[in-house]
């Protein structure tokens, strides 16, 4: 079992960064695959970075390459996200997800077994 709390959004300008963070309970963390998720209003939630457990192997929505930063630290049990160059079309609610043993490549909402409540991040233009 693993829960999952998001922080760290918010409003910012565009070209400006954030950095979200997905606090984790539960011993399976450290073994687990993350990912972030965002889900825009009126569209599908849409896969954004997802690291496996011994934070090797990265990947990301071609959208956000290059502009965004998936990293995790297994003793504080958390997940990140570092935003830069954001634009107003990241605007979305950012959901963290967990799944045990996931291995790499993880980029379908339906591979993840556990999320968190979500955290709204809005880019002004």
């Known amino acids: 079992q693993v829960q999952l709390v998001e922080s760290g959004g918010g409003l910012v300008q565009a070209g400006g960064s954030l950095r979200l963070s997905c606090a984790a309970s539960?011993?399976?963390?450290?073994?687990?695959?993350m990912g972030w998720f965002r889900q825009a209003p009126g569209k599908e939630r849409e896969f954004v970075a997802t690291?496996?457990?011994?934070?090797?192997?990265?990947a990301y929505a071609d959208s956000v390459k290059g502009r965004f930063t998936i990293s995790r630290d297994n003793l504080k049990n958390t997940v990140y996200l570092q935003m830069n160059s954001l634009k107003p079309e990241d605007t979305a609610v950012y959901y963290c997800?967990?799944?045990?043993?996931?291995?790499?490549?993880?980029?379908?909402?339906?591979?993840?077994?556990?999320w968190g409540q979500g955290t709204q991040v809005t880019v002004s233009s």
């Open positions: 997800a967990a799944v045990p043993w996931g291995g790499n490549m993880r980029t379908r909402p339906s591979d993840y077994s556990y």
């Open positions: 539960g011993r399976a963390f450290s073994t687990s695959t």
């Open positions: 690291i496996p457990w011994g934070g090797g192997r990265t």
